[in-house]
């Protein structure tokens, strides 16, 4: 039986994250977008899905860099696992296709909750 993905599992994916693959985080995020979508597993994640992309796609346009690295490689070895439907279950199994996403997806939220919530608040212009 597969461990359940955890905040260790994101930290070691995240290691190997490279430039290229927040390019294509950014490029996918039209694609990511729809996977938080108002059906299906992902649904109660709709806005820390799109607060992830944002803040990669800030990071990489350079509007905002108040964020470790580590934090941003941690979301988009997330988000390209997300994308990915050949990932610990297989994303064409119905319902137990996308129980994998929804668990690294939370892992990843508890272990860059201070990073995404001192974005939001930049974002909403409560910070400078």
């Given amino acids: ?5 955890n905040e260790e599992y994101i930290k070691a994916g995240a290691q190997k994250v490279t430039e290229k693959d927040v390019e294509k985080v950014v490029n996918k995020s039209e694609e990511l977008q729809k996977k938080f979508s108002a059906k299906g597993p992902l649904a109660r994640f709709i806005e820390d899905g799109q607060l992830l992309i944002a803040i990669v796609k800030d990071y990489r346009s350079k509007a905002y860099r108040q964020v470790p690295y580590g ?15 050949f990932d610990l279950m297989p994303d064409m199994l119905p319902v ?3 129980v994998d996403d929804v668990a690294v997806l939370g892992a990843c939220l508890l272990l860059v909750e201070q990073d995404l919530h001192k974005y939001k608040d930049w974002k909403l212009g409560k910070v400078d």
């Fill in 71 to 85: 934090a941003i490689a941690s979301i988009v070895f997330t988000l390209i696992y997300v994308l990915n439907p």
């Fill in 96 to 98: 137990i296709g996308q």
């Fill in 1 to 5: 039986m597969l461990n359940k993905p």
